[in-house]
């Protein structure tokens, strides 16, 4: 069965979902629920890297293996390996719209798996008009 992933997931969704109270929080899980009710999404193995930097940061080290079990066991959402051809991409899209490295790797990630659309709160990927952001706001 060939699955049509929605959208990709920036660690800060993961973040927000989980640590934020506000407006941003209640926006992730929402967008979390719609995930669990049958939108495909995908994330990599480098947001998740991210988001086990940020609990560490912001000392919360004793939610981790939680959070990151419950990401693993999200239905319908994928963790996806970075192949070795990420980082060349990831150079020519830095290159060509001023991106930082971590969110050009994201969308070289994205354009590896055909998905156009990220959730993420970082509006850097505003200047990248072939994708589509859902803000976390």
Same mark, same amino acid.
């Given at each position: #069965? *060939?699955?049509?992933?929605?959208?990709?997931?920036?660690?800060?969704?993961?973040?927000?979902?989980?640590?934020?109270?506000?407006? *941003? $929080? &209640?926006?992730?899980?929402?967008? &979390?629920? !719609?995930?669990?009710? $049958?939108?495909?999404?995908?994330?990599?193995?480098?947001?998740?890297? %991210?988001?086990?930097?940020?609990?560490?940061?912001?000392?919360?080290?004793?939610?981790?293996?939680?959070?990151?079990? +419950?990401?693993?066991?999200?239905?319908?959402? %994928?963790?996806?390996?970075?192949?070795?051809?990420?980082? #060349?991409?990831?150079? !020519?899209? #830095?290159? &060509?719209?001023?991106?930082?490295?971590?969110?050009?790797?994201?969308?070289?990630? #994205?354009?590896?798996? &055909?998905?156009?659309?990220?959730?993420? +709160?970082?509006?850097?990927?505003? *200047?990248? *008009?072939?994708?589509?952001?859902?803000?976390?706001?």
């Amino acid at each position: #069965m *060939k699955r049509y992933f929605n959208m990709y997931l920036d660690a800060n969704f993961f973040v927000f979902a989980v640590l934020d109270n506000t407006k *941003k $929080g &209640q926006k992730a899980r929402s967008i &979390q629920e !719609e995930i669990m009710n $049958g939108k495909w999404a995908i994330t990599s193995v480098l947001a998740l890297d %991210e988001v086990m930097w940020v609990f560490i940061k912001n000392k919360k080290e004793h939610l981790l293996r939680k959070v990151i079990e +419950d990401i693993y066991a999200m239905p319908n959402l %994928e963790v996806r390996e970075v192949s070795s051809s990420i980082p #060349m991409r990831a150079l !020519e899209i #830095m290159e &060509q719209f001023g991106l930082k490295p971590r969110d050009a790797f994201h969308l070289s990630i #994205m354009e590896s798996f &055909q998905i156009d659309t990220i959730v993420s +709160d970082d509006v850097d990927f505003d *200047k990248v *008009k072939k994708i589509r952001r859902i803000k976390i706001e």
